[in-house]
């Protein structure tokens, strides 16, 4: 993933999903922060631990049918 991750140290991300998110769904991630994102889409984001819990995190949007529309790491 990063330097700084393999060193241990957990790396931001922010995630742009299509649409808004139940609250019944978004209490699935209780390792991210939502907020309204543009044009009626929600922003998800907060501290990604490690290559697995990156890709754990992209098999439950998956798993809740929804979409990913952008993934970008915030600065530290």
């Known amino acids: 993933m990063t330097e700084h991750a393999e060193q241990g140290s957990t790396v931001r991300y922010e995630f742009l999903m299509h649409g808004t998110i139940s ?5 699935a991630f209780p390792e991210l922060t939502s907020a309204k994102g543009p044009a009626g889409g929600t922003v998800l984001f907060g501290a990604v631990y490690d290559d697995s819990h990156l890709h754990g995190l992209l098999a439950r949007f998956q798993m ?3 979409t990913l529309l952008e993934m970008r790491r915030l600065p530290d």
């Open 64 to 66: 809740f049918g929804l």
């Open 23 to 27: 609250e019944t769904v978004l209490s």
